[in-house]
Nanobody, 126 residues
């Protein structure tokens, strides 16, 4: 079984940066892909960013391109997400997710991710 644990959320001011981490534990497959999803207040959960096992493929939602960077440290079994130029619209609960394999055609599909963290809250004050 694979467990995911997010950390790094909190209250920040608009225009600042924040880094979220997702630690993977348990018997994770070697080709595990990682992703971040977000649920803004009153909205459905949406895709934010994804990265494949080798870090060759990284994909982002249009709303965060150029501001967010997803990365991973396979030696530490940890994924990261750097968020820059944060705005009030970035407020929400951020979830780390993982799946076996990766496809450039469906990396954004929530239903394909097998493992989920509990989420970490990010609040951006204007």
């Amino acid at each position: 079984q694979v467990q995911l644990a997010e950390s790094g959320g909190g209250l920040v001011q608009a225009g600042t940066s924040l880094r979220l981490s997702c630690a993977v534990s348990g018997r994770a497959p070697t080709n595990i892909a990682m992703a971040w999803f977000r649920r803004a207040p009153g909205k459905d959960r949406e895709f934010v960013a994804a990265i494949n096992w080798s870090s060759v493929f990284r994909n982002y939602a249009d709303s965060v391109k150029g501001r967010f960077t997803i990365s991973r440290d396979s030696a530490k079994n940890t994924a990261y997400r750097e968020m820059n130029s944060l705005g009030p619209d970035d407020t929400g609960d951020y979830y780390c997710a993982a799946r076996t394999g990766y496809s450039v055609s469906d990396y954004y599909r929530e239903a394909l991710y097998e493992y989920w963290g509990q989420g970490t809250q990010v609040t951006v004050a204007s």
